[in-house]
């Protein structure tokens, strides 16, 4: 019977909305996340009839179809701006724009992330810039950022193109020659997830493309002793929470009636 798989199928789509939006909500207050939405197709349709005609023998002007249901076509990646949160910590940044820092993972690949409450890790000859998670963040020439032990990192200056810069000894401002790498992509949404508010490279987000070479790129604005929250509204997941409840429950009413229906059927002999 046509009705039972076709619920199964819409129960089991709804069960992958729900856990998406339940991801949304665990990350309300994750710095830097951006929100997924579930996208759904309809599965192939069974032609009833092709043809067929009245009383008059004239033909109708459409087919008979039935549909076999649904399943989940992508959970697609939101990356709209999240808003700016004030943060006393120096080494805390946001961006204003489409732009992702550029980190590398233990295995030496390069992460994209927009999560960017870093710390300074001690190494010779200065302090790196790493993210929580010890990976180094990146400069325009791919290069991991370190500040020299002349300067203290936690109270380096950072301006809006992403620029360092530090005091010296006698109170004078020095530009340290060092600038976040910022990417962006043609298709962020094609970008792979991974943990810790990171994202790879795949071939449906395009090759990243540096902010400071590409030409015709609004550059992002780095902002100092800021983070950016999630882009998630709380009231929104809700409400979609509730729509994605009603419908797993319409399907099971569909597939409880149609064993009902079955059951009757059965019975019809007796």
């Known amino acids: ?20 939006i339940s991801n ?31 009383s008059d023998n004239v033909l109708k002007p459409v087919n008979a179809q039935v549909g ?13 701006q999240g ?24 295995n030496g690949e390069t992460l994209y992330t927009r999560s960017a409450a870093f710390i300074a890790s001690p190494v010779e000859g200065g302090n790196m810039i790493c993210t929580s998670d010890g990976m180094p963040v990146l400069d325009v020439n791919n290069q991991a950022i370190i500040i020299s032990d002349d300067y203290n990192a936690m109270e380096v ?25 910022l990417v962006q992509f043609n298709n962020p949404a094609g970008l792979e997830k991974v943990s810790g508010s990171n994202y790879k490279l795949t071939v449906a987000s395009g090759n990243p493309m540096e902010e400071t070479t590409t030409q015709g790129l609004t550059q992002s604005r780095v902002r100092q ?42 019975n019809l002999k007796r």
């Open 225 to 266: 002793k800021y983070l950016e929250g999630s882009n998630v509204q709380i009231v929104d997941e809700m409400v979609n929470l509730i729509v994605a409840q009603r419908a797993y429950e319409m399907n099971s009413k569909a597939i409880t009636t149609a064993d009902t229906m079955l059951e009757q059927a059965n």
């Open 68 to 80: 076999l249901g649904v399943r989940t076509a992508a959970i697609t990646t939101v990356f709209t």
């Open 83 to 106: 808003n700016l949160y004030e943060n006393d910590y120096n080494l805390a940044f946001a961006l204003e724009g489409e732009g992702f820092f550029k980190v590398r993972n233990q």
């Open 1 to 20: 019977m046509r009705a039972l798989w076709t619920a199964a199928s819409g129960m089991i789509t709804q069960q992958t909305n729900v856990d998406n």
């Open 157 to 181: 200056s950072v301006d809006s193109e992403g620029k360092f810069s530090a005091t010296n000894a006698q109170g004078d401002p020095v530009d340290l020659g060092i600038q976040f790498g």
């Open 24 to 54: 949304n909500i665990a990350n309300v207050n994750t710095t830097g996340f951006k929100k997924g939405e579930a996208e759904f197709k309809s599965l192939l349709y069974q032609n009833l009839q092709t043809q067929s005609t009245n």
